[in-house]
């Protein structure tokens, strides 16, 4: 299980990282397939999916809940291009599933409810205060739930 979690961190933090270097804080990590050139996009969704499939195995066993989030966030990375009619749907509800079915997961199975009221409450600051933000704030939520994730398997795995 450790690999697992080394794996699924450092294919995320190494994304995030380079985009983040590349193009800046963007609206959205999804926006993130848009930026990078065309021969690239497949680098969105193997992202996604380096981070999710092992977070999948790892979680699946402790709750189902983290089953559907990574299933979730699996849409994401395939239903990538969130701007054509075909996969908007699944994007938006893929990453719905990601977000909220982790966070229910962390609350409830984990029981780390602490960790997901602040999520949930930071969700809202961010939302409420977007303007100042430059319209980021989907972005920060995103990451987020990602590092939630990260912490809770973290605490599992290696305490």
């Given at each position: ?140 939520i995103e990451i ?16």
């Amino acid at each position: 299980m450790l690999g697992l979690f080394i794996a699924m961190i450092t294919v995320f933090v190494t994304y995030v990282t380079f985009i983040v270097a590349k193009y800046g804080i963007l609206p959205s990590i999804s926006e993130s397939y848009y930026r990078l050139p065309e021969k690239y996009n497949f680098l969105f969704t193997l992202a996604l999916w380096g981070f999710a499939f092992p977070a999948m195995i790892i979680g699946t066993p402790v709750t189902g809940l983290m089953f559907g989030a990574c299933a979730g966030i699996m849409f994401v990375g395939a239903a990538a291009a969130f701007q054509q009619t075909l996969t908007k749907t699944v994007h938006y509800v893929g990453a719905s599933m990601g977000m909220i079915l982790s966070q229910v997961a962390i609350a409830t199975t984990f029981g780390m409810w602490y960790l997901s009221l602040g999520c949930v409450v930071t969700a809202l600051l961010l939302y409420l205060f977007r303007k100042q933000i430059n319209y980021t704030h989907l972005w920060w939520i995103e990451i987020m739930c990602f590092v939630a994730i990260g912490v809770v398997y973290g605490m599992k795995i290696i305490f």
